[in-house]
């Protein structure tokens, strides 16, 4: 996995990052989605193309903050994750990313061809609010979205599989590092306020921190990250159009 540096190798950037990504970006977003429901029940919401933008700007900004610290303190790219080291295992977990893309994008097809798939994931969305509200219903919000997909399929890996679990191994064992990582990374999706929802969320996160742990690199888990982003996005875009026909 990454090579872990010893304690004194963390710079005071590298703890405050910490502490931004573990406690204020989870406050942050959770805050800031209480804040948007109390303006929709106010009937002010704001515009979900507006939402999508406000999320790349934080994301990429977080982003931009760790990958500043790392390059300032002149450490390989490799140690973030940002490596393909072509072993056994680093082809072994790309096998695996690329098949359960592959897996999970076939659902698109299903969708497309079973009106039952598409009523049945309405309703499943619909006791699911934090996280339908999230989901474009316009081209031009799938247009956003796409982007956001994309983005987070990057940065959150970046971010979270890769500074995370490289900081938090100074003060414990690698796999422990790993798991607090996870669970910020769920943290950081509260707003889906449902706990089946946050579930999904901890468990794929639990793959791709499996990934980047087995193959020593981020990039199979970008992968899959941005495939489940995207399909995600595509599946219920298909069945909402169905459900508010006017939308699209």
């Known amino acids: 996995m990454f090579p872990v540096l010893p304690l004194a190798?963390?710079?005071?950037?590298?703890?405050?990052?910490?502490?931004?990504?573990?406690?204020?970006?989870?406050?942050?977003?959770?805050?800031?989605?209480g804040r948007d429901?109390?303006?929709?029940?106010?009937?002010?919401?704001?515009?979900?193309?507006?939402?999508?933008?406000?999320?790349?700007i934080f994301l990429w900004g977080a982003t931009a903050v760790v990958l500043a610290i790392w390059m300032g303190a002149s450490r390989p790219l490799a140690g973030l994750g940002l490596?393909?080291?072509f072993s056994l295992t680093f082809w072994g977990a790309m096998g695996f990313a690329v098949l359960a893309s592959a897996a999970y994008a076939s659902q698109i097809v299903m969708?497309?061809?079973?009106?039952?798939?598409?009523?049945?994931?309405v309703k499943q969305l619909a006791g699911q609010a934090g996280v339908k509200a999230m989901l474009p219903t316009t081209r031009r919000e799938m247009g956003w979205f796409r982007v956001v997909a994309l983005s987070a399929g990057v940065g959150e890996e970046i971010?979270?599989?890769?500074?995370?679990?490289?900081?938090?191994?100074h003060w414990m064992p690698i796999w422990a590092a790993a798991g607090c990582a996870l669970v910020v990374f769920t943290l950081s999706?509260?707003?889906?306020?449902?706990?089946?929802?946050?579930?999904?969320?901890?468990?794929?996160?639990?793959?791709?921190?499996?990934l980047v742990m087995v193959s020593?690199?981020?990039?199979?888990?970008?992968?899959?990250?941005?495939?489940?982003?995207l399909a995600g996005g595509e599946m219920t875009w298909l069945a909402r159009r169905e459900e508010e026909p006017g939308s699209a």
């Not at 590298?14 to 989605?33: E, F, Q, R, T």
């Not at 429901?37 to 790349?56: I, M, N, T």
């Not at 971010?159 to 191994?169: K, S, Y």
């Open 216 to 229: 020593g690199s981020l990039f199979p888990a970008m992968l899959l990250h941005t495939v489940i982003d």
């Open 37 to 56: 429901k109390r303006r929709e029940a106010e009937g002010q919401a704001k515009a979900l193309a507006a939402q999508y933008r406000e999320a790349l």
């Open 189 to 210: 999706h509260l707003y889906q306020e449902n706990v089946r929802a946050l579930a999904g969320v901890a468990v794929a996160g639990a793959v791709m921190t499996a």
């Open 111 to 121: 969708l497309r061809r079973s009106a039952k798939a598409r009523a049945q994931l």
């Open 83 to 85: 490596d393909a080291p």
């Open 9 to 33: 190798s963390l710079t005071g950037f590298d703890v405050a990052a910490v502490v931004l990504l573990s406690v204020v970006v989870p406050l942050y977003g959770w805050i800031g989605h």
């Open 159 to 169: 971010v979270f599989r890769g500074f995370l679990i490289w900081a938090f191994a």
